[in-house]
């Protein structure tokens, strides 16, 4: 049973013809009274509930009926509905335990959409499987490793995939974001549509809107044709947000409104259009800090992490360095025609106890560098020593320690550090980025920020 809290007669009634559509069965509550009465007849799958529903618009009903809720029945998940004018009321009660906002006036499929992701998720969490269970179930083909910190996360993302629940993958820079990010799509039923990716750390704000909604001819002086953006080529599909930790204020307004309604505007039109859409981000990037500090709106926090998916740092899982290692090697024998290709037992076991703060991409760099540069098939520990310098793995000097708390602030690290690693690289961008752990892009839009000269590099 499906129970839907709101004053509103006209919308009761509409929702419930919806519900009932979709084969609920629905039971109505004009407010916190009928609920009691409601909740001690059954207790329901599932509960729509408006955030104001009596005379004071302040939406404090409504946040009090819902932790008196969620106190009683913890287990049952809630989907409020709220007009734009409350998106900080529906932020408060994603904090006090509600499963997802809707805005009013809500599109139907979406709505319905929400509600079967939300009760989907409800079901009780499974174990963690073991690797051949998983493979035998899901298709990870291009994620390597049997660690018990990677098999929960492939657990999670075979349990989530299924659904639309936007999804937030988190992590360090090297950890493999995009490949689960691919993995949740591959898995769920909009596998046979786009899945498009999008480097938000490489989009000027300038080129933001139509880089993600397209624009039509004429809207800015070198638009000489309609250009479709990257929401509308992934109708139907998901589409994949990296390192939207770096999308700056004006930026984050706009996407807010496209995962709100599903709608945007290209730019130079007028007409609105409706898009389907599965929301995939990543960042390397502590956003609750961020929301904390002000720099990343709340609302919109809220909106993509409804599942946040932390990936393992390789030093939490050295046991998958070997097989790792074996994938990468086997690849390489491929593309380089060297059958014979190996690695030697006693280097393998060194590599096992490197750190390696670019994980996964900074091992895979190591072997591939290596394999390039030894004069034989069998890889020892000799041939990856010299072939490890220069992949970001240089221990910091003793001397660099870091300010007193308050003596800087953090943009002011931010360029200190920036303006080092320029200089200890001799101004080799794509270096620089790969110490600092960001994108080319992402460096480059720093360096204009603080006014550091640097040569774009091809």
């Known amino acids: 049973m499906l129970l839907i809290i709101d004053d ?12 009932r559509r979709e084969g609920f069965a629905v039971r109505v509550a004009d407010g916190p009274f009928e609920t009691r009465e409601v909740l001690d007849e059954e207790t329901p799958e599932l509960i729509l509930l408006d955030m104001n529903f009596s005379v004071d618009t302040s939406g404090d009903d409504g946040l009090r009926l819902l932790r008196q809720i969620r106190e009683r029945l913890p287990q049952v998940p809630v989907v409020l509905i709220t007009g734009w004018g409350s998106i900080d009321l529906a932020v408060e009660g994603m904090k006090a335990g509600a499963r997802d906002f809707i805005t009013k006036p809500w599109q139907n499929d979406h709505l319905v959409q929400s509600v079967r992701t939300a009760l989907k998720l409800a079901g009780s969490e499974p174990a963690s499987a073991s690797r051949r269970q998983l493979d035998s179930q899901f298709q990870f083909d291009n994620i390597v490793g049997d660690d018990p910190n990677l098999l929960d996360v492939l657990t999670t993302v075979g349990r989530v995939a299924p659904t639309d629940a936007p999804v937030l993958i988190t992590g360090e820079s090297g950890t493999g974001k995009e490949l689960v990010a691919e993995a949740i799509h591959q898995n769920s039923r909009r596998k046979r549509h786009p899945f498009v990716k999008v480097n938000l750390g490489g989009i000027s704000s300038t080129l933001f809107e139509s880089e993600l909604f397209g624009h ?6 070198d638009a000489k044709a309609d250009r479709v953006g990257r929401f509308e080529l992934a109708n139907r599909g998901s589409i994949f947000l990296d390192e939207i930790g770096d999308l700056d204020p004006a930026s984050q307004v706009k996407l807010l409104r496209v995962l709100q309604d599903r709608t945007f505007e290209p730019l130079g039109s007028s007409k609105s259009r409706t898009v389907d859409v599965r929301v995939i981000c990543a960042t390397n ?6 929301v904390s500090r002000g720099q990343f709106r709340e609302d919109l926090f809220y909106r993509i992490n409804l599942i946040t998916v932390r990936l393992p740092a390789l030093r939490e899982r050295p046991g998958d360095i070997p097989a790792l290692v074996n994938y990468f090697v086997s690849n390489l024998r491929t593309i380089y025609a060297r059958p014979d290709l190996r690695v030697s037992r006693e280097a393998m076991n060194w590599l096992k106890t490197l750190s390696l703060p670019g994980n996964i991409r900074q091992l895979k760099n190591l072997v591939e560098r290596t394999v390039l540069l030894a004069p034989g098939n069998e890889l020892t520990i000799a041939d990856f020593e010299r072939n490890r310098t220069g992949l970001t793995d240089r221990p910091v000097p003793a001397t660099d320690t870091l300010p007193a708390v308050g003596s800087m602030t953090l943009e002011e690290i931010e360029h200190q550090m920036i303006v080092r690693a320029m ?17 080319r892009f992402a460096l480059y839009r720093r360096l204009e920020k603080f006014g550091i000269p640097y040569t774009a590099e091809e």
Request: charged share 20%; aromatic share 8%; glycine share 4%.
């Open 423 to 439: 200089a200890y690289h001799n101004n080799r961008v794509a270096r620089v980025a790969r110490a600092l752990g960001i994108t």
């Open 216 to 221: 039509v001819r004429g809207a800015f002086t």
């Open 285 to 290: 990037r502590n956003l609750e800090e961020m």
């Open 8 to 19: 509103d007669v006209a919308i009761q009634t509409s929702l419930s013809l919806l519900f």
